[in-house]
């Protein structure tokens, strides 16, 4: 569906992407990972034609998106950062307005059913004005999906959303991908949701692809980490490092000591501890996407990219 | 193209901004045309004192015509600020409102974006000077009624018969159409490098006086440069109320003096404003939109 490959932007001295591949599969609920300042917008806006790449190649479609701009947009829906639409118009007169745009036929219907997916049809003679921060943004998604694109792309879809919006936007993205087979790009600085809805993952620092995979494959049981600290870390290290859990060594993290292994394991890890007499102050599994993103992008250590 | 035309003038015109440039010129064209109609006679004698002391007039002096000339030299100078006002805004203004970036993920090209706007700006102005020329000239006509029109310039006076008027009219608001297209395209262009319309409108405004001044000052330096200011061009809507005359000093009906000098103009304006959109077109096409 979408194949970057060697994307970079550069502007005067600094590097905004560099030398970013990646690909997104027809049906992926594609989640995009990154620190303010990762490039994840950059790349967000490359994708959608508002900047040119310095060098690189996009694929959309399997058209290149430089040569047929017209034809890959029309296919594409999108909500890039804030989801500004005019202010002094209505709900249905700015989804009916983009619509159009967009090149559909535009029925009242259609524009009533759209509001009523995203909850807001009974403010759609409303103008946006009066709005709250999350209506504007589920006013986004409808305008984003209005003319049934096969790409859905939504950068931060739940800013300035409450936990029930966030909640309804996690929803819908999984029923755009579950039961309408769209594919879905989408940001997020909330980990949490991201972990719940993407199938796959990009995760970027200052630009560069730290790594890409499926979530299952990043989040496996058997990539569990161990955050463990003990009385004396180097010699427990040592004690480790001569054991059987010499392999499952990890490079050292915020002066703690790291292990990598199936989580079934760590009871047997617990009696190992004891054995080599060592005096634990804490082990923490660490699972979660969060602790995974923190990381990969908190040290230098670039972990391999997954198989797709 | 013709879509996103549609959805331009639509957004223009339900816009509360837009309709302060008619609201604009309809207070001001009605307040001078009360103040005329009270003490209109005044007025022309004031103006016309050494005239008056030469010559005698039969008819109305104060007519509707010379009403609308009055009008047209008093706001001409004013209009391009409301023109400003909108054509300056057209891109600035949706940085601003953050829509640019959505706009544009739309599947149509960056050249026809800018044309639809461009052209919808180019509307609102034909529509703002067809509202001043309802005031100006058919409203002054219906309270002032018509005759001769009797003008005074810099060194002689000029009485048009009544039937060859109205056509000079049409031309000087063609013309006048012309010259606010200009500034609507300068205004359109500078709006691509701002992220608000305050900007764009001030720089619009800067650059029309800043011309004007060098265009109106006799001195040898700018007189060099003054062909090539559009704003020495805009006010020779006057030309068309300049006829010729026979050797008896008679006016020759449906003559112009200095016709040539209009073609000039006009060409010159004309390729400020084609200069100012293509600019516009190769510039945009290449921006980033980060707003």
């Keep these: ?16 992407v560099s030398d970013l591949s990646f690909t997104v599969n027809q049906g992926d609920v594609y989640g995009f990972l990154g620190q303010n300042g990762a490039g994840k917008s950059t790349t967000i806006r490359m994708l959608l034609t508002l900047i040119t790449p310095t060098s690189g ?81 589920r006013l986004g998604i409808a305008i984003a999906l209005v003319h049934n694109p ?83 870390n180097i010699a427990a290290l040592d004690k480790l490092a001569q054991s059987e859990w010499a392999t499952a060594l990890q490079p050292e993290r915020n002066g703690k000591l790291l292990l990598k292994m199936h989580k079934n394991n760590i009871p047997e890890l617990h009696k190992g501890l004891v054995a080599l007499d060592i005096a634990v102050i804490s082990l923490q599994p660490r699972h979660s996407l969060e602790d995974y993103f923190l990381q990969i992008t908190t040290t230098n250590q670039h972990v391999p990219t997954f198989a797709n | 193209m013709f879509q996103l035309l ?95 970036r959505l706009l544009l993920t739309k599947p149509f090209s960056r050249t026809e974006f800018l044309l639809a706007k461009f052209m919808a700006s180019a509307i609102y102005t034909f529509l703002l000077l067809v509202w001043i020329a309802f005031l100006a000239l058919f409203v002054s006509m219906f309270m002032f009624g018509t005759d001769d029109m009797v003008i005074q310039k810099t060194n002689y006076i000029v009485q048009l018969p009544v039937q060859d008027v109205f056509w000079r009219y049409t031309g000087a608001f063609c013309f006048a159409f012309l010259a606010m297209l200009t500034v609507s395209a300068l205004g359109f262009f500078l709006s691509l490098f701002a992220e608000n319309s305050i900007g764009p409108i001030v720089t619009t405004m800067s650059v029309i006086i800043f011309f004007t001044i060098l265009s109106t000052m006799s001195i040898p330096l ?46 010159v304006l004309v390729a400020h404003v084609v200069g100012f959109v293509v600019a516009s077109i190769v510039l945009f096409r290449k921006k980033d939109i980060l707003s």
Excluded at chain 1, 204 to 224: F, M, N, R
Excluded at chain 2, 10 to 25: D, G, L, Q
Excluded at chain 2, 68 to 82: I, M, S
């Design chain 1, 1 to 16: 569906m979408i194949k970057v490959s060697n994307l970079t932007k550069q502007y005067k001295r600094n590097t905004a």
């Design chain 1, 57 to 137: 190649n996009i694929e959309i479609f399997g058209m290149n998106l430089q040569e047929n701009r017209t034809d890959i947009l029309r296919q594409i829906g999108a909500v890039v950062e804030k989801p500004d639409v005019y202010k002094y118009l209505s709900a249905y007169e700015n989804v009916s307005l983009f619509a159009r745009m967009s090149g559909i036929k535009v029925s009242d219907k259609l524009i009533k059913n759209q509001l009523e997916v995203v909850g807001l049809a009974d403010r759609s003679k409303d103008i946006v004005t009066t709005f709250s921060q999350g209506m504007k943004q």
């Design chain 1, 150 to 232: 096969k790409l859905i792309i939504l950068d931060e879809p739940t800013n300035g959303l409450d936990p029930q919006g966030i909640a309804d936007v996690r929803n819908l993205i999984l029923s755009l991908s579950n039961e309408m087979g769209k594919t879905v790009v989408v940001s997020s600085h909330l980990l949490s949701e991201i972990e719940q809805v993407a199938s796959r993952l990009l995760i970027i620092d200052k630009g560069k692809k730290l790594v890409e995979g499926s979530t299952q494959e990043l989040l496996d049981p058997a990539q569990t980490m161990i955050e463990l600290d003990t009385a004396d």
């Design chain 2, 6 to 100: 549609q959805i331009e003038l639509y957004k223009i015109f339900r816009r509360p901004r837009t309709y302060i440039s008619f609201a604009a010129i309809t207070a001001l064209i009605g307040i001078i045309q009360l103040g005329l109609l009270r003490d209109g006679t005044a007025y022309v004698e004031f103006m016309m004192t050494n005239v008056m002391q030469t010559f005698s007039f039969d008819g109305k002096i104060l007519n509707g015509y010379l009403v609308c000339y009055v009008l047209l030299q008093l706001l001409l100078v004013h209009v391009p600020l409301l023109i400003a006002l909108v054509a300056a805004d057209m891109v600035s203004g949706e940085a601003n409102m953050g829509t640019l």
């Design chain 2, 222 to 267: 700018f007189q060099k440069i003054q062909p090539f200011l559009f704003t020495t061009h805009m006010v020779n809507w006057k030309e068309f109320f300049d006829p010729k005359v026979n050797a008896d000093n008679a006016i020759i009906i449906g003559s112009i003096q200095k016709p040539g000098r209009i073609i000039t103009s006009s060409l």
